[in-house]
């Protein structure tokens, strides 16, 4: 894997299912050329598994905590950096 390439995993919570989001925070992954997957969690919030190149990444990031969709409310999001193989594409994950 490219050393270059960053890992990130974030837990969004707030009103983030059924409005949408997984769906923009494709979009915003696809526009942004960032690979991984973003799952709806039985708690209600939303897990995003992110990787790129680290500017792109935090840009990610950013456009994600200022929520991908006027219809979410995020009230809080968890980020960590994590250590995981290469990813490719960015699917919803079931």
């Keep these: 894997m490219d050393k270059e ?4 995993e974030l837990t969004i919570f707030g009103i983030v299912q059924g ?7 494709i979009q915003v992954a696809k526009e942004m050329g960032i690979s991984g997957w973003v799952q709806n969690k039985p708690d209600g919030s939303v897990k995003i598994i992110a990787q790129g190149k680290p500017i ?14 006027p219809y979410a409310h995020i009230r ?4 960590k950096y994590i250590t995981n193989p290469t990813l490719k594409g960015f699917n919803v994950k079931y």
């Design 5 to 8: 390439i960053k890992t990130t």
């Design 76 to 79: 809080s999001v968890s980020t």
């Design 56 to 69: 792109p990444l935090a840009q990610f990031i950013m456009k994600i905590k200022n929520s991908p969709t």
């Design 19 to 25: 409005v949408g989001f997984r769906w923009a925070t």
